[in-house]
């Protein structure tokens, strides 16, 4: 075929160069209504979209297609990656109040529990820990989860490559390992999780390339990997900068105030001159303005900087989020009431299962249904082995996962104060059901609770004014081999222009067995960009956190597929990357609400106000509230515990 005949992508790259034709990643898309157009809807100004411009979510006459979330990999985890289009259309018909007329003919199950828990990720399996240990297995509850597959953010992607079974994680993926304090959580040791790890060792290069074993902490501690920073600018030219923080970042072209302002904050060299900094203080503004108004920096430094941020922490931008939220998650220039600086202020390891956290959700799952994998489990078994599913809904169980349940309504069976029972209706495979329960723990986000719930108390309702949430991307793409990276002599890149901003690899952790990932680069391996939507800085907390939804909502996965190669193609054709011949598959996992993001006063409230989140943990009635954004910082230790804090204010009521 003529080259000119060919269908072109957005860059003038032939679809065959960019090998969008290939087997491995196109499967047939039929059916639903999709709004592609991809970014050009955002500058178009859609008369169709008018209405989720302005309220960032999907009028109720567009429905999303199999098109738009794109393949899944492999494995049990294939039709659940990220929010899909089956979950985010039940999602949005709730909104619109399209089950309204339907509750009244909810089929009762007939089913009661002692408790309900909406939710099944880190939090909501908290709380079913926390009630089978306190009650001795006595207390029966039922886990009700919106996906196809249980663990919240913490899932997985799986591919296999040339034989091989490589992966990637969908959310929640980093745990840290103080060596000088190893205790983890509290419930790491009851669930029989492990504390030493080992890693697949480097083969195939003599290149001392340094590899991070989760994806997030070299954004804020570059000495973890060996990064390559990607320029292609007028003035620079093409050209890749190896670990430029190794020369106080002199080797970028980039003017030289900037390159110092680089290394001040990375270092976190830069201290302010407030007589008495506390987290109280921290807490009063955003990070953009402690970066600048109180350390100096310059507006060009902070938005290279909240890129670390924001992808690592709160998945929004730091000119709208707490500076004590920064500081907690250790963005660059932060640590500055612990006196310390440099690369060695920060001497944890940051960890990842060779599937992300989901290793951690699958531990619980196995100490509350142990029929759901088998009984002489090994670590691999639990980690990346298959789930026996049929089982975790089986009558009998003290706990009971119940997949693809959307909770719709929840309420007292009166006046909550009085009521001795809470009525949880739930839509499942095309029907309303309804259960009984003693008590209930919403672990789900605040932006389902408040919409579910019926009877909220009114101080409740306006507390959950005050939770925002922002959006985020998760692309793995798997690769037939990572060659052009070894050339360079990185496992990182950071870039500053085009689609995204950072890839990485990881180094494999082994599991033992005959599963391990190989770490080799002429072998398969998953290369994962992390995305948050940073384009509307400068606008308020509600316009950039529906922007950027509408963003991540309004692409097609063939448009954010051809962005994927084109960006690889671009960087990476002078080292002899093909997209068509190295990537294998590609895999989206869209978060529309990945993370709270906390505006200054968050934690601590303003002008002597309660802040919203305290508001929302007391609860009311037989409800409580275990969903991770209360704890203000989202990781699957602070999820965990407070669910089971949800469950310790329900005692005397399951």
């Known amino acids: ?34 709004l592609g157009a991809g970014v050009a809807l955002l500058s178009m100004g859609s008369p169709r979209l008018s209405r989720a411009n302005l309220q960032g979510f999907l009028p109720p006459s567009i429905k999303l297609g199999p098109d738009w979330t794109g393949p899944g990999g492999t494995g049990e985890y294939s039709s659940s990656n990220g929010n899909t289009h089956e979950v985010l259309n039940v999602a949005h018909d709730l909104r619109h109040g399209v089950f309204e007329e339907l509750l009244a003919g909810a089929t009762d199950t007939g089913e009661s529990y002692d408790l309900v828990i909406v939710g099944a990720g880190f939090a909501g399996f908290g709380a079913a ?16 989860d919106n996906h196809p597959m249980y ?5 997985h992607n799986e591919f296999i490559v040339d034989g091989y079974q490589i992966y990637g994680p969908q959310g929640s993926s980093s745990f840290s390992l103080d060596r000088n304090n190893p205790t983890f959580h509290s419930v790491w040791h009851e669930l029989g999780l492990p504390t030493e790890f080992d890693h697949v060792p480097l083969s195939g290069t003599s290149k001392p390339i340094r590899f991070s074993l989760d994806p997030y902490a070299p954004m804020r501690l570059p000495d973890r990997a060996s990064i390559g920073y990607f320029f292609d600018g007028s003035d620079s030219g093409r050209q890749w900068v190896i670990d430029p923080h190794l020369n106080g970042f002199r080797d970028i072209p980039l003017p030289p105030q900037l390159q110092q302002e680089l290394h001040d904050a990375f270092t976190h060299r830069r201290k302010p001159e407030h007589p008495q900094p506390s987290e109280q203080w921290l807490d009063s503004m955003t990070y953009r303005d402690f970066l600048v108004n109180e350390l100096g920096f310059s507006q060009a430094a902070f938005e290279i900087l909240d890129y670390s941020y924001a992808t690592d922490s ?32 920060d001497a944890r390891d940051y960890l990842m299962f060779p599937a992300g956290n989901a290793g951690i959700i699958r531990y619980f799952v196995r100490n509350l249904v142990p029929a759901a994998f088998p009984s002489d489990a090994t670590f691999e078994d639990t980690v990346i082995g298959p789930t026996n599913t049929a089982v975790l809904d089986k009558a009998g169980n003290a706990t009971r996962i119940r997949l693809n349940s959307t909770a719709i309504k929840i309420v007292h069976d009166g006046a909550p104060e009085k009521a001795r ?19 209930v723990v919403v672990a789900a986000p605040g932006h389902i609770a408040k919409h579910v719930i019926r009877d909220l108390p009114e101080e409740i309702q306006l507390a ?11 692309i793995n793409v798997a690769l037939t081999n990572w060659r052009f990276m070894e050339t360079l002599g990185i496992s990182a890149a950071r870039w500053f222009d085009g689609f995204g901003w950072w890839a990485a690899l990881r180094q494999p952790m082994s599991t033992g067995g005959s599963l391990a990932s190989p770490h ?21 907390m509600e316009e950039q956190t529906k922007l950027g939804r509408l963003e991540l909502f309004s692409m097609k996965f063939r448009e954010y597929e051809v962005l994927v190669r084109e960006q690889l193609a671009r960087m990476f054709s002078n080292q002899g990357f093909e997209p068509r011949r190295d990537i294998a598959g590609i895999v989206l996992n869209r978060w529309g609400h990945a993370s709270i993001a906390p505006q200054p006063g968050y934690q601590f409230g303003v002008d002597g106000k309660r802040p919203p989140r305290e508001v929302v943990a007391k609860g009311y009635g037989r409800i409580s509230f275990g969903h991770s954004e209360i704890s203000g910082i989202q990781t699957w230790g602070t999820a965990v515990s407070r669910g089971m804090e949800a469950v310790r204010q329900l005692r005397n009521l399951v």
């Open 314 to 345: 709160s998945t929004a931008s730091g000119d709208i989020c707490s500076a004590y939220y920064a500081y907690l998650v250790d963005a660059p220039g932060t640590r500055v009431l612990s006196g310390q600086s440099d690369w060695g202020g």
């Open 1 to 34: 075929m003529n080259k000119k005949s060919e269908n072109l992508a957005l860059s003038g790259r032939p679809d065959h160069e960019l090998g969008l034709d290939t087997d491995i990643t196109r499967r047939d898309f039929i059916g639903g209504t999709c």
């Open 464 to 474: 959950y004014q005050g939770f925002h949430h922002a959006p985020q991307l998760v």
């Open 151 to 155: 663990g919240g953010e913490a899932k």
């Open 520 to 540: 080799d680069p002429s072998k398969p391996a998953v290369l994962t960009l992390i995305v948050p939507f940073l384009g509307h800085r400068g606008k308020s």
């Open 129 to 144: 820990f926390a009630l089978q240990k306190e009650f001795e297995g006595q207390k029966n509850c039922l886990v009700l």
């Open 421 to 439: 029972h809470v009525y949880v209706t739930y839509y499942r495979n095309g029907t309303l059901e309804r259960v009984r329960a003693n008590a």
